[in-house]
């Protein structure tokens, strides 16, 4: 094993245990806020964020930052401030992934935090109180959900995907008799989970994602079997100068090349 992983490794079971109880508390802090009306702001005019989503992120990022004052930290409710970068790891967090299906009382968000280096994640953990699950990966470790190892499923009769309307309408014609177009989920961590645990097959993901929607459960979903990139089939690489991301597809390896032809072909 090449030394840079086997430090890698390393850096992540010295984490975890950090991650995991921190996004604990963090979704404790959550969960007193929900369906309880919290304050709730707009930011850019569209995307809605709350006092819930502040008081996770403070925690988070005194908490974490205090036990590894020499991470870098990027995360959806701070300011971006580019020391960052100088850091050989970083902390890459969404307090609350999944805000406007809070807010709509809806169970499906998660507190999501990872440690990337090199821009990849070494360790990530979703904790989602609401609805009593816990998913978490490290790297060459593979994933879990309360405590038990999950994997993406094997492809049955039916093909639960999400996704756009127009991408979903473009995929062969002998798979729309088979296909269950799965509602919108407002996390996308939550969605790349439903894949790694086997309860969705695959999704497209709309342009504009950042690092911090992603890099937990990215970890969790390739640590299953399943796949994420982009229309060239490259991964995303997390913590870097720009952390925004273009349109991406993710599944399982039997399902992911067909989606992928997909996005391909709608962006030409």
Not at 258 to 267: H, K, N, S, T
Request: charged letters at 25%.
């Amino acid at each position: 094993m090449p030394e840079t992983d086997t430090a890698g490794i390393a850096a992540a079971a010295e984490d975890f245990d950090l991650l995991k109880n921190a996004a604990r508390e963090a979704g404790v802090i959550a969960m007193g806020y929900f369906g309880k009306s919290p304050e709730v702001w707009m930011k850019g005019g569209t995307s809605p964020v709350s006092e819930a989503d502040y008081a996770a992120d403070t925690y988070l990022r005194e908490t974490l930052l205090a036990a590894r004052p020499d991470y870098g930290w990027l995360s959806e409710e701070t300011a971006d401030d580019p020391a960052r970068l100088s850091a050989r790891r970083t902390f890459v967090v969404d307090p609350i992934d999944g805000t406007r299906g809070f807010l709509e009382g809806r169970s499906t968000w998660c507190v999501s935090v990872a440690v990337v280096e090199a821009g990849r994640s070494l360790a990530g953990v979703l904790e989602c109180p609401a609805r009593q699950e816990t998913y978490w990966a490290m790297r060459g470790q593979g994933a879990f959900r309360n405590g038990r190892p999950i994997r993406t499923g094997e492809l049955g009769e039916i093909l639960n995907i999400a996704g756009p309307k127009a991408l979903l309408d473009r995929l062969p014609q002998a798979w729309q008799g088979r296909m269950n177009r799965v509602p919108h989920i407002p996390s996308l961590a939550y969605r790349l989970a439903m894949i790694a645990d086997g309860s969705l097959d695959a999704t497209f993901v709309k342009p504009n994602a950042h690092d911090w929607d992603i890099a937990a459960a990215e970890l969790i979903l390739t640590e299953a079997g399943g796949h994420l990139f982009d229309s060239r089939r490259r991964t995303p690489s997390y913590a870097g100068e720009i952390t925004e991301l273009g349109a991406l597809v993710a599944g399982s390896t039997a399902l992911v090349d067909e989606l992928i032809d997909v996005l391909a072909d709608a962006q030409s």
